[in-house]
């Protein structure tokens, strides 16, 4: 199984602030990667696919990049409502493990 | 407009049985792979299941193979998952998820509200 490492498991920041969170896997997938952002009691919602994708709807200020084994999610100016927990995944094979999770948390 | 609706969870006693429904509308449904994700309480997601557009193909987390069992009817637009054996560890929110492909790599586009299964005496 492919195992996936989030850093940092946490982290504070302030409105404008560029974040950046890092999601490594156990072996190379490609661009097999991708971005959720679950807020408390709601169901996650989709960010980045395919490593580099941005979904439709998804504000500009989030991007993603990477391949092989090491992926980056960055927010450019951290919003209000960008305040959650974020979630990496692979889809490379099964089973489609994710990451154990970024909470970023107003500083 | 999609919309799944996750429904059958409540509470059951460890070694029972429970079947989860998701009813699926605003798309075509026969024509997308599903899948099941859950998160127990206070953590991170877990992928449970995955089935075909077709239901041909199904994949299993090691946690539940065995006990878990995913089909589909898509004359009825609907999504299950029949949880057999259950553990206290199978408390979670689960949570239906559609597929999307885009060169080749599946994420999940659109989720469910989520339904709370609790396994305990």
């Known amino acids: 199984d492919i195992q996936m490492t989030q850093s940092p498991s946490s982290l504070s920041a302030s409105v404008g602030d560029r974040v950046t969170i890092t999601c490594r896997a156990s072996q190379s997938m490609s661009s097999y990667l991708n971005w959720y952002q679950q807020k408390p009691g709601k169901a996650p919602k989709l960010l980045i696919y395919a490593a580099s994708s941005l979904q439709s709807g998804v504000p500009s200020r989030f991007s993603g990049s990477g391949s092989g084994t090491d992926f980056t999610l960055t927010i450019s100016s951290l919003q209000p409502e960008d305040f959650a927990t974020y979630y990496c995944?692979?889809?490379?094979?099964?089973?489609?493990?994710f990451g154990g999770g970024t909470r970023v948390e107003i500083k | 407009e999609v919309q799944l609706v996750e429904s059958g969870g409540g509470l059951v006693q460890p070694g029972g049985s429970l079947r989860l429904s998701c009813a699926a509308s605003?798309?075509?449904?026969?024509?997308?792979?599903m899948n099941w994700v859950r998160q127990a309480p206070g953590k991170g997601l877990e992928w449970v299941s995955h089935i075909s557009s077709g239901g041909s193909n199904i994949y299993y987390a090691d946690s539940v193979k065995g006990r878990f069992t995913i089909s589909r009817d898509n004359a009825k637009n609907s999504l299950y998952l029949q949880m057999n054996s259950l553990r206290a560890e199978d408390t979670a929110v689960y949570y239906c998820a559609r597929v999307r492909v885009d060169r080749g790599v599946d994420y999940f586009d659109y989720w469910g509200q989520g339904s709370l299964v609790t396994v305990s005496s």
């Open positions: 995944q692979q889809s490379y094979s099964t089973p489609h493990t």
């Open positions: 605003g798309f075509p449904f026969s024509s997308y792979k």
